[in-house]
């Protein structure tokens, strides 16, 4: 009996440290929309969570770890989304670059605070830009992955960070407001611009 108590007693504590990591996290999103990644502070995040300052330390070390995690959170999502039917591989074929320009601008849009905060904190923080390039690594290795076949400017990994840093540019800007074209046309630029790039048919 005494066993079994216990172990309710430890899921709920893991559950309910679970929702102050969850709540901590969307306040911290929230936050960084209004003010930005580098304006904002820790108790603004306790204070939007509605929790006590010393609860943000028992689950990060600092706002980078933070961020951090919420980037892991992203690119677990990302893998989802890789499995899914209809993902094109072949770089070859235009359709396959629209795919992962389609699918990384919807992520863009959707985790933009999110994005943005990265792109601050690396500026400020080498420490945080490498460790979240060995974050990003493998993604680069899935998109070297679509270039077999290809006669890419250079090695495949190079290749594959131009894509990635160009649709990160592209998003960037579009979303700052910088809406030359609809969105449509945009799209259609950027995968030509890529898939010409890249040398394919």
């Known amino acids: 009996m005494a066993d079994s108590l216990r172990q309710v007693v430890v899921g709920t504590r893991k559950q309910q440290a679970a929702q102050t990591e969850a709540e901590l996290k969307a306040a911290a999103v929230r936050v960084f929309e209004r003010v930005g990644y580098l304006n904002a502070k820790i108790t603004d995040i306790t204070a939007e969570a509605g929790r006590a300052t010393g609860s943000f330390y028992k689950h990060f070390a600092s706002k980078?770890?933070?961020?951090?995690?919420?980037?892991?959170?992203?690119?677990?999502?990302?893998?989802?989304?890789?499995?899914?039917?209809?993902?094109?591989?072949?770089?070859?074929?235009?359709?396959?670059?629209?795919?992962h320009v389609d699918v990384f601008?919807?992520?863009?849009?959707?985790?933009?605070?999110?994005?943005?905060?990265?792109?601050?904190?690396?500026?400020?923080?080498e420490e945080f830009a490498r460790r979240s390039r060995e974050m990003l690594e493998p993604d680069l290795h899935h998109i070297a992955g679509h270039?077999?076949?290809?006669?890419?400017?250079?090695?495949?990994?190079?290749?594959?960070?131009?894509?990635?840093?160009?649709?990160?540019?592209?998003?960037?800007?579009?979303?700052?407001?910088?809406?030359?074209?609809?969105?449509?046309?945009?799209?259609?630029?950027?995968?030509?611009?890529?898939?010409?790039?890249l040398g394919g048919r």
């Open 64 to 99: 980078e770890r933070l961020l951090e995690a919420l980037l892991a959170d992203v690119l677990a999502e990302g893998d989802v989304t890789a499995g899914l039917p209809g993902h094109l591989t072949d770089f070859r074929e235009r359709a396959a670059v629209r795919w």
């Open 105 to 125: 601008w919807g992520f863009y849009r959707e985790h933009r605070a999110v994005m943005s905060a990265l792109q601050q904190a690396a500026i400020v923080d």
């Open 147 to 197: 270039l077999e076949g290809l006669d890419v400017p250079g090695d495949r990994m190079v290749a594959a960070s131009l894509f990635t840093t160009t649709l990160s540019a592209a998003a960037t800007a579009w979303f700052a407001g910088e809406k030359h074209v609809g969105e449509s046309e945009m799209l259609d630029s950027l995968t030509t611009f890529l898939h010409r790039g």
